[in-house]
């Protein structure tokens, strides 16, 4: 599946989740059963594209830099935390997930962020795209145990890199994290 078209999903499930798209908690996120619903609507073979795509997207984002930016905007970010950052990135949308990719202090000016540094409401994380993208594949008429096969041999090798790029530094040491990502520890470090 081409990028267009991938980003493409995701931003009618956007638009399907309308003002809520940006302003999400669960339980009530509507976000993810609008993309379900966006992809249901696909061939199996094209959900499996899908999600075969989602891994090299979020693979994309596996990076130290943007990782540290979670670990601020989160109040401390393991390996799953960050898998679960970089889904919910995803569902924020093209733009801002490219933006946050390039420059993750970018994300201090987000509204979501800028509660959560305040103790609000608000989670940027997503805990799985697999869930809603292998609920479309089973409703669009996918073998309810062959979704996982499908996307291995879809992705075959494609999956994303074993560790991050860019440049790492030690998230708790406030210094760093005001020289790296200035904005985003003026919120979150005072």
Do not use: Q
Request: include cysteine; proline fraction near 6%.
């Amino acid at each position: 599946m081409d990028i267009d078209t991938w980003w493409g999903l995701v931003g009618r499930a956007r638009e399907a989740a309308g003002d809520r798209a940006d302003d999400r908690d669960p339980p009530d996120d509507p976000l993810p059963g609008a993309l379900t619903e966006v992809l249901a609507a696909l061939e199996p073979e094209r959900i499996v594209d899908f999600a075969v795509t989602a891994y090299e997207v979020t693979g994309s984002a596996y990076r130290w830099p943007l990782w540290n930016a979670a670990y601020l905007i989160e109040g401390g970010c393991g390996d799953d935390g960050f898998m679960d950052f970089r889904d919910g990135l995803v569902l924020l949308g093209r733009e801002v997930f490219t933006r946050a990719v390039a420059d993750p202090d970018s994300l201090a000016g987000l509204p979501v962020v800028v509660r959560m540094s305040r103790e609000e409401s608000g989670w940027i994380g997503y805990e799985s795209l697999t869930g809603p993208v292998k609920t479309a594949y089973e409703r669009a008429g996918g073998a309810a145990d062959g979704f996982y096969e499908a996307v291995k041999a879809a992705g075959r090798g494609r999956m994303g890199p074993r560790e991050p790029d860019g440049e790492n530094w030690d998230a708790e040491d406030a210094d760093l994290s005001r020289r790296h990502l200035p904005r985003l520890a003026a919120l979150f470090l005072g």
